[in-house]
T-cell receptor, first 112, second 112 residues
Framework: GAGVSQSPRYKVAKRGQDVALRCDPI?????LFWYQQALGQGPEFLTY????????KSGLPSDRFFAERPEGSVSTLKIQRTQQEDSAVYLC??????????FGPGTRLTVL | GQQVMQIPQYQHVQEGEDFTTYCNSS?????IQWYKQRPGGHPVFLIQ?????EVKKQKRLTFQFGEAKKNSSLHITATQTTDVGTYFC????????????FGTGTRLTIIP
């Protein structure tokens, strides 16, 4: 079956631009997670949803970061007024409730 | 907040030699998971350990969870070139929150 998909795979933005990153979880997975992975580092938690409810957003680095999952399936991570320090790979993962997290290929964001 | 450290940061071994990475959490974990990330790839789930003192094996890989549920290790016997990648441990701090706190990772390279 299909795994987690993310789009776009690569995004180049000029500093100050807004970006939107999409995640399509595995069908039937209740939980959806966003992580940020800087070069040479481990993934760092940003936020997670159970169905459409955002249960934890403690990892979002600033109020420029916003995530939504309005129908409990596809999720979008939006970054407003991008800064150079936002450059990273953004990973999405999904799971059954309290199950194994399966990761998508990530979106590599480069802010110039 | 919770921190998860791994040592060593890098490990270069001759093909056929053994490899071990160690993971230490600043807080007690409900469970610990191990992921492998190939260069340019995304984290791929290897295994989950839940019980204090648990040991699990997958072919040449042996995983251990410490008695205090604060540390873990991954041992690979007779490494092969296909073992190349970065190995991350990732812990869940309690049963209510599903977010993973990833370790700093150990990057394994194999000298043929």
């Amino acid at each position: 079956g299909a795994g987690v998909s993310q789009s776009p795979r690569y995004k180049v933005a000029k500093r100050g631009q807004d970006v939107a990153l999409r995640c399509d979880p595995i069908s039937g997975h209740v939980s959806l997670f966003w992580y940020q992975q800087a070069l040479g580092q481990g993934p760092e938690f940003l936020t997670y949803f159970q169905n459409e409810a955002q249960l934890d957003k403690s990892g979002l680095p600033s109020d420029r970061f916003f995530a939504e999952r309005p129908e409990g399936s596809v999720s979008t991570l939006k970054i407003q007024r991008t800064q150079q320090e936002d450059s990273a790979v953004y990973l999405c993962a999904s799971s059954f409730l309290r199950g194994t997290q399966y990761f998508g290929p990530g979106t590599r964001l480069t802010v110039l | 907040g919770q921190q998860v450290m791994q040592i060593p940061q890098y490990q270069h071994v001759q093909e056929g030699e053994d490899f071990t990475t160690y993971c230490n959490s600043s807080t007690t974990l409900s469970n610990i998971q191990w992921y492998k990330q190939r260069p340019g790839g995304h984290p791929v789930f290897l295994i989950q350990l839940v019980k204090s003192g648990e040991v699990k094996k997958q072919k040449r890989l042996t995983f251990q969870f410490g008695e205090a549920k604060k540390n873990s290790s991954l041992h690979i016997t007779a490494t092969q070139t296909t073992d190349v990648g970065t190995y991350f441990c990732a812990g869940k701090s309690n049963f209510g929150n599903e977010k993973l706190t990833f370790g700093t990772g150990t990057r394994l390279t194999i000298i043929p």
